[in-house]
């Protein structure tokens, strides 16, 4: 123990099957009991090296020492024995069980400490079934320490996704875990939650845990972590202290050019209507109402921004829009034409692309190549369908609209015949982008459409929708980010409960927004 | 081979887009997923010839010379080996197809029998001129079983009634249909003491081609191959099929109506199957006879899992089991060996192929301890070996509850051991049940089984039951399950414990 790094990764290489050479001669050295910041752009390895360190993947070259101490790790199982936990993007809990049940899964049984440390007590101690009680004292213990607080005896399919990570965070905490691994734990979250996260995050320094933290929100970072490194194309570009640097200077190193944080959108010149919602109402799959009683008009060349904490009915009123779900009452017209409970076909022939909130689940064939993907939806016309009544792929075109599509959105890929499904989560998000504003849309119905991109690929597709508005789209920009709203957005519409409860110009302060979303109407009004 | 050189070359000329598919095929072969498929088929090949090596030992006959004649069997019979596969080619691409539009055709026997069935009608009752009568015919028993098919798939779009179901019992009506149409009772009889048509007329017979019994037909089957390899990565309704099978919601999301192209998949599934059924009646049989397939369809099933469900790989792996069949025949002949060791051999290998496919195909759709199973597989085998043991209490616990009432002498003693035997059925849902969601107070249910077992064992023997021993077997084993879960699990715990402390 005589180090003082927690964690040293020395010269990792990695290369996947297919010939990415994911990490190469990767360093990375964390301090004992700091938060370190893992930053690179989509693709740039950081998922690899982290899934590396947990003992998730192997690594070709290089050498991990943990405190001191050089170590191999087989599996995850090794890293949890040396005090490592990781928090995956996506969680690995059981819905149906409890959050104690899910906490414990082998461990602390009944009469722990009675037997003593001996061999007696440790045959003893294997022998006993769990000890419920004494661990929801424990799960207790260690919520009221770190601020985490949950109900212990709370099913955790009726958690939302913030309290699931919490979960996850408290599983890591009562496996004695002092190294932490978040991949990108915030991209998830409500703004609220993001700021509950990093109080944590900050108790856990305190007791001197060390932390590695992967995000592409630099504010985020600069917030929060004591030293950064940063990783471009595998490759390690630098360490650096937080207060040596500035969101501009990492922006620069991440992608090897000065990003522009703000984009300049100058004013709108709305023209025609474009989407017309009346009175919609929409059940959820369980059969509950969660869109009640919703109008609003989108214009040509105007960005509508939808503002709420996400389970408020924007989900189903995306799906009603976009041909998903039938709504059970109300009109929707696109462009004249009344496309309620319409099928997703005819209403995209209307003229109307979706970026769909959940890439891997909706908007991406994962066991389809780059290609295929990227005409998912217009695949049965030209250019991309040809010959009699157009039934033939036409592979000619296909190959060359998307070899353009995978330059003009900067796809990571070492081929656009690669499986969609080996792309770093960021390129998969810009698959689905690049697909849906490949064409000029009437209207963009955009869910969450930089979820997991990196500052340039943001700026970008930002830009993108800004360019795609004044050429005379209507956008509809569903987003949980709320500077993301106020950032594109000409009108911002608060969603709460079912209802849009309010409509903002872009000018709306933060808090005012804030509060409309929590549904204090009255206050602000 | 990088995209630049691709897209120069795709600018012209069918020279060029030959080049291309050439190209695209070395590509396709090269690339190590398909790679790891290939190598993985043949490792499965060489396992199931080593079990079955050890299958005919046991059963007394040399494996070496046994393969040795396999091998010369098929190879100096390459007539046969094609005339085997033949039909194989056709019902195994019926398979494979459905697949790809995520469906699971297991009806291709019945599709089968349909077809021949109609062309067998279609080659005895009209007079038609040679070439197209023929054609006529399997355009007719392909048709007929493409129908046989599209039921079910309307049935699974429309009604959401599971394709596994009724395609198997669609398949069973179809088989009994058939032959009642040609048993004495009914009305395509030819009056023969075997249950038959009369025999078609030549102009509808597929002449023969090579040797005695290879025929057209597998001009036919090899066209089906270019012809669904096509479908499947040329056309938008391949492109259609395989979104729906891969990702539903996402199809969905794409504009893709997913219930006419699960229709249209079972209806073409089908109609290969019903063209492999004609095939063989005017190649082989010249009249349809009632039975009359040797499992061609369910063969199926195995030659499209070995194939990985592609086109190409549907083609191989028919060739492998007719050459199998083929070589088998030898094999009997010199050797000795049953000719059902050919079966035993097929089974095995399509049993390794698929095993590692099952695994990922439930960790991709399934239950949470496959998946942890691919983090750390220790805890999660554990849990899954004590769920399947759940069943198998289940199981036994009736069994041996039937077993007890068929004993001559029902006394007191055996009554209790038959409670013992109805709590540890009960005992064996729950442990299923607790395992299989990892409750992590499961143990205790283990160590219950285990005394309930023992108790069991002991009334066996007082009561003279017959089972004393399985019941003692099973103890120790629920015992060691318990200890592995317990112990092992727990003292990994307190090590980790230790290290941190
Ligand atoms: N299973 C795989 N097979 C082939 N290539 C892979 C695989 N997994 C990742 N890669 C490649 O390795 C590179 C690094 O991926 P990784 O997931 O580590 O990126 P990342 O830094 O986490 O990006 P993001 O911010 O987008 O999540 C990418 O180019 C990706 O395409
Ligand atoms: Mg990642």
Same mark, same amino acid.
């Given at each position: 123990?005589?180090?003082?790094?927690?964690?040293?990764?020395?010269?990792?290489?990695?290369?996947?099957?297919?010939?990415?050479?994911?990490?190469?001669?990767?360093?990375?050295? +964390?301090?004992?009991?700091?938060?370190?910041?893992?930053?690179?752009?989509?693709?740039?390895?950081?998922? &690899?090296?982290?899934?590396?360190?947990?003992?998730?993947?192997?690594?070709?070259?290089?050498?991990?020492?943990?405190?001191?101490?050089?170590?191999?790790?087989?599996?995850?199982?090794?890293?949890?024995?040396?005090?490592?936990?990781?928090?995956?993007?996506?969680?690995?809990?059981?819905?149906?069980?409890?959050?104690?049940?899910?906490?414990?899964?082998?461990?602390?049984?009944?009469?722990?400490?009675?037997?003593?440390?001996?061999?007696?007590?440790?045959?003893?101690?294997?022998?006993?079934?769990?000890?419920?009680?004494?661990? +929801?004292?424990?799960?207790?213990?260690?919520?009221?320490?770190?601020?985490?607080?949950?109900?212990?005896?709370?099913?955790?399919?009726?958690?939302?996704?913030?309290?699931?990570?919490?979960?996850?965070?408290?599983?890591?905490?009562?496996?004695?875990?002092?190294?932490?691994?978040?991949?990108?734990?915030?991209?998830?979250?409500?703004?609220?939650?993001?700021?509950?996260?990093?109080?944590?995050?900050?108790?856990?320094?305190?007791?001197?845990?060390?932390?590695?933290?992967?995000?592409?929100?630099?504010?985020?970072?600069?917030?929060?972590?004591? !030293?950064?490194?940063?990783? !471009?194309?595998?490759?390690?570009?630098?360490?650096?202290?937080?207060?040596? &640097?500035?969101?501009?200077?990492?922006?620069?190193?991440?992608?090897?050019?000065?990003?522009?944080?703000?984009?300049?959108?100058?004013?709108?010149?709305?023209?025609?209507?474009?989407?017309?919602?009346?009175?919609?109402?929409?059940?959820?799959?369980?059969?509950?109402?969660?869109?009640?009683?919703?109008?609003?008009?989108?214009?040509?060349?105007?960005?509508?921004?939808?503002?709420?904490?996400?389970?408020?009915?924007?989900?189903?009123?995306?799906?009603?829009?976009?041909?998903?779900?039938?709504? &059970?009452?109300?009109?929707?017209?696109?462009?004249?034409?009344?496309?309620?409970?319409?099928?997703?076909?005819?209403?995209?022939?209307?003229?109307?692309?979706?970026?769909?909130?959940?890439?891997?689940?909706?908007?991406?064939?994962?066991?389809?190549?780059?290609?295929?993907?990227?005409?998912?939806?217009?695949?049965?016309?030209?250019?991309?369908?040809?010959?009699?009544?157009?039934?033939?792929?036409?592979?000619?075109?296909?190959?060359?609209?998307?070899?353009?599509?995978?330059?003009?959105?900067?796809?990571?890929?070492?081929?656009?015949?690669?499986?969609?499904?080996?792309?770093?989560?960021?390129?998969?998000?810009?698959?689905?982008?690049?697909?849906?504003?490949?064409?000029?849309?009437?209207?963009?119905?955009?869910?969450?459409?930089?979820?997991?991109?990196?500052?340039?690929?943001?700026?970008?597709?930002?830009?993108?929708?800004?360019?795609?508005?004044?050429?005379?789209?209507?956008?509809?920009?569903?987003?949980?980010?709320?500077?993301?709203?106020?950032?594109?957005?000409?009108?911002?519409?608060?969603?709460?409960?079912?209802?849009? +409860?309010?409509?903002?110009?872009?000018?709306?302060?933060?808090?005012?927004?804030?509060?409309?979303?929590?549904?204090?109407?009255?206050?602000?009004? | #081979?990088?995209?630049? $050189?691709?897209?120069?070359?795709?600018?012209?000329?069918?020279?060029?887009?030959?080049?291309?598919?050439?190209?695209?095929?070395?590509?396709?072969?090269?690339?190590?997923?398909?790679?790891?498929?290939?190598?993985?088929?043949?490792?499965?090949?060489?396992?199931?010839?080593?079990?079955?090596?050890?299958?005919?030992?046991?059963?007394?006959?040399?494996?070496?010379?046994?393969?040795?004649?396999?091998?010369?069997?098929?190879?100096?019979?390459?007539?046969?080996?094609?005339?085997?596969?033949?039909?194989?080619?056709?019902?195994? *691409?019926?398979?494979?197809?459905?697949?790809?539009?995520?469906?699971?055709?297991?009806?291709? $026997?019945?599709?089968?029998?349909?077809?021949?069935?109609?062309?067998?009608?279609?080659?005895?009752?009209?007079?038609?001129?040679?070439?197209?009568?023929?054609?006529?015919?399997?355009?007719?028993?392909?048709?007929?079983?493409?129908?046989?098919?599209?039921?079910?798939?309307?049935?699974?779009?429309?009604?959401?009634?599971?394709?596994?179901?009724?395609?198997?019992?669609?398949?069973?009506?179809?088989?009994?249909?058939?032959?009642?149409?040609?048993?004495?009772?009914?009305?395509?009889?030819?009056?023969?003491?075997?249950?038959?048509?009369?025999?078609?007329?030549?102009?509808?017979?597929?002449?023969?081609?090579?040797?005695?019994?290879?025929?057209?037909?597998?001009?036919?089957?090899?066209?089906?191959?270019?012809?669904?390899?096509?479908?499947?990565?040329?056309?938008?309704?391949?492109?259609?099929?395989?979104?729906?099978?891969?990702?539903?919601?996402?199809?969905?999301?794409?504009?893709?109506?997913?219930?006419?192209?699960?229709?249209?998949? #079972?209806?073409?599934?089908?109609?290969?199957?019903? *063209?492999?059924?004609?095939?063989?009646?005017?190649?082989?049989?010249?009249?349809?006879? /009632?039975?009359?397939?040797?499992?061609?369809?369910?063969?199926?099933?195995?030659?499209?899992?070995?194939?990985?469900?592609?086109?190409?790989?549907?083609?191989?792996?028919?060739?492998?089991?007719?050459?199998?069949?083929?070589?088998?025949?030898?094999?009997?002949?010199?050797?000795?060996?049953?000719?059902?060791?050919?079966?035993?051999?097929?089974?095995?290998?399509?049993?390794?192929?698929?095993?590692?496919?099952?695994?990922?195909?439930?960790?991709?759709?399934?239950?949470?301890?496959?998946?942890?199973?691919? $983090?750390?597989?220790?805890?999660?085998?554990?849990?899954?070996?004590?769920?399947?043991?759940?069943?198998?209490?289940?199981?036994?616990? @009736?069994?041996?509850?039937?077993?007890?009432?068929? @004993?001559?002498?029902?006394?007191?003693?055996?009554? /209790?051991?038959?409670?013992?035997?109805?709590?540890?059925?009960?005992?064996?849902? #729950?442990?299923?049940?607790?395992?299989?969601?990892?409750?992590?107070?499961?143990?205790?249910?283990?160590?219950?089984?285990?005394?309930?077992?023992?108790?069991?064992?002991?009334?066996?023997?007082?009561?003279?039951?017959?089972?004393?021993?399985?019941?003692?077997? @099973? /103890?120790?084993?629920?015992?060691?399950?318990?200890?592995?879960?317990?112990?092992?699990?727990?003292?990994?715990?307190?090590?980790?414990?230790?290290?941190?402390?």
């Amino acid at each position: 123990m005589s180090s003082q790094y927690a964690v040293e990764m020395i010269n990792i290489h990695k290369t996947f099957p297919g010939g990415v050479y994911a990490n190469q001669g990767v360093t990375l050295k +964390v301090k004992r009991g700091e938060v370190h910041g893992l930053l690179g752009e989509n693709g740039a390895g950081k998922t &690899t090296l982290m899934n590396i360190l947990y003992g998730l993947l192997n690594r070709d070259k290089g050498e991990i020492i943990i405190n001191g101490e050089h170590v191999e790790f087989e599996s995850p199982t090794d890293a949890i024995s040396k005090g490592i936990g990781m928090v995956h993007q996506h969680f690995k809990l059981i819905p149906p069980l409890t959050v104690v049940e899910n906490v414990v899964l082998g461990s602390e049984p009944i009469f722990g400490r009675t037997f003593g440390r001996g061999i007696i007590g440790k045959i003893m101690r294997a022998l006993m079934p769990i000890d419920i009680k004494m661990a +929801v004292e424990k799960i207790i213990q260690i919520a009221e320490e770190n601020g985490l607080h949950i109900d212990p005896y709370a099913k955790v399919q009726d958690l939302s996704v913030g309290l699931q990570q919490r979960i996850e965070i408290i599983k890591t905490l009562y496996r004695k875990a002092d190294i932490l691994i978040l991949d990108e734990p915030t991209s998830v979250l409500t703004p609220q939650e993001v700021d509950e996260l990093f109080e944590t995050l900050k108790e856990f320094r305190k007791a001197g845990k060390t932390i590695i933290l992967i995000t592409h929100k630099l504010r985020e970072t600069m917030a929060l972590c004591d !030293r950064i490194t940063v990783l !471009r194309d595998g490759k390690l570009i630098g360490t650096v202290e937080r207060d040596n &640097t500035s969101p501009e200077d990492l922006a620069q190193m991440m992608v090897g050019r000065p990003v522009v944080f703000m984009v300049d959108k100058g004013i709108s010149s709305p023209g025609d209507v474009v989407l017309k919602v009346q009175d919609l109402h929409v059940k959820d799959y369980r059969g509950l109402e969660s869109v009640k009683g919703i109008s609003f008009e989108v214009k040509a060349g105007e960005i509508f921004g939808v503002a709420g904490v996400e389970g408020n009915g924007q989900t189903e009123l995306v799906e009603a829009i976009t041909g998903l779900r039938k709504p &059970t009452d109300g009109v929707i017209i696109i462009d004249e034409v009344d496309v309620t409970s319409k099928s997703p076909r005819f209403v995209r022939e209307v003229g109307m692309s979706h970026i769909p909130e959940d890439r891997q689940k909706m908007g991406l064939i994962l066991a389809f190549t780059i290609k295929e993907n990227l005409i998912l939806g217009r695949h049965y016309r030209p250019p991309f369908a040809n010959g009699p009544k157009n039934m033939l792929l036409n592979l000619d075109r296909i190959n060359e609209i998307s070899d353009d599509l995978v330059s003009k959105f900067s796809i990571k890929t070492s081929s656009s015949d690669a499986f969609a499904e080996t792309l770093s989560g960021g390129n998969q998000q810009k698959v689905v982008v690049a697909r849906e504003l490949a064409v000029a849309p009437k209207l963009i119905v955009a869910a969450q459409p930089t979820r997991g991109l990196d500052v340039g690929a943001t700026e970008f597709i930002r830009n993108t929708l800004i360019k795609m508005r004044n050429a005379g789209s209507a956008i509809l920009l569903v987003s949980a980010e709320l500077d993301e709203v106020r950032n594109l957005s000409d009108r911002i519409g608060v969603i709460y409960d079912g209802k849009i +409860v309010a409509i903002r110009g872009p000018d709306a302060t933060p808090e005012e927004l804030g509060l409309l979303m929590a549904g204090h109407v009255q206050g602000v009004d | #081979m990088n995209a630049s $050189e691709l897209s120069d070359a795709q600018k012209s000329g069918i020279g060029q887009r030959i080049e291309n598919w050439i190209l695209g095929l070395a590509k396709k072969v090269t690339d190590p997923s398909y790679r790891k498929q290939f190598i993985w088929s043949f490792a499965s090949i060489v396992l199931a010839l080593l079990v079955s090596s050890l299958i005919m030992l046991i059963a007394g006959y040399d494996p070496g010379l046994a393969y040795v004649y396999l091998a010369i069997g098929a190879f100096s019979r390459m007539d046969l080996v094609l005339y085997y596969a033949t039909p194989l080619i056709l019902t195994g *691409l019926s398979v494979a197809l459905a697949f790809k539009c995520g469906l699971f055709n297991i009806g291709a $026997e019945g599709q089968l029998y349909i077809g021949s069935m109609a062309a067998a009608l279609m080659g005895y009752l009209i007079a038609l001129p040679i070439v197209i009568h023929p054609l006529a015919c399997l355009a007719i028993g392909a048709i007929a079983g493409g129908l046989w098919g599209f039921v079910p798939g309307l049935l699974k779009a429309y009604r959401g009634a599971h394709e596994v179901v009724t395609t198997m019992m669609l398949s069973y009506t179809a088989i009994l249909l058939t032959g009642w149409l040609v048993s004495s009772n009914g009305p395509f009889w030819d009056g023969s003491m075997v249950p038959r048509t009369p025999p078609l007329l030549d102009t509808a017979l597929l002449p023969p081609l090579w040797g005695y019994s290879l025929h057209t037909g597998l001009i036919l089957s090899i066209i089906a191959v270019f012809a669904v390899d096509f479908l499947i990565n040329r056309t938008v309704l391949g492109y259609e099929m395989r979104a729906v099978g891969l990702n539903p919601d996402a199809a969905e999301y794409g504009g893709i109506n997913s219930k006419r192209n699960i229709a249209i998949a #079972m209806g073409l599934s089908g109609g290969l199957s019903g *063209l492999a059924g004609s095939e063989e009646i005017m190649g082989t049989y010249g009249k349809f006879v /009632a039975n009359w397939s040797p499992g061609l369809g369910w063969d199926g099933i195995t030659v499209a899992v070995l194939g990985n469900n592609s086109p190409w790989g549907v083609l191989a792996a028919a060739i492998f089991f007719g050459g199998l069949r083929a070589g088998g025949n030898t094999m009997h002949q010199v050797v000795g060996v049953p000719i059902e060791m050919v079966s035993v051999i097929q089974g095995l290998v399509v049993l390794f192929v698929a095993a590692p496919r099952i695994i990922n195909w439930l960790v991709d759709n399934g239950n949470t301890i496959f998946k942890s199973m691919k $983090e750390d597989p220790f805890e999660p085998s554990i849990n899954l070996v004590s769920s399947i043991l759940g069943l198998a209490i289940l199981m036994l616990g @009736l069994g041996m509850i039937t077993s007890l009432y068929s @004993l001559p002498s029902f006394t007191w003693i055996n009554a /209790a051991t038959a409670l013992v035997y109805v709590l540890v059925a009960i005992l064996g849902v #729950m442990i299923f049940i607790v395992y299989w969601s990892k409750r992590p107070d499961a143990g205790w249910f283990m160590l219950l089984a285990a005394v309930l077992w023992t108790i069991a064992g002991v009334l066996e023997i007082i009561g003279a039951g017959m089972s004393a021993l399985t019941s003692f077997i @099973l /103890a120790i084993f629920t015992f060691v399950l318990w200890l592995a879960d317990r112990l092992i699990g727990r003292l990994l715990v307190t090590k980790k414990e230790d290290d941190i402390e």
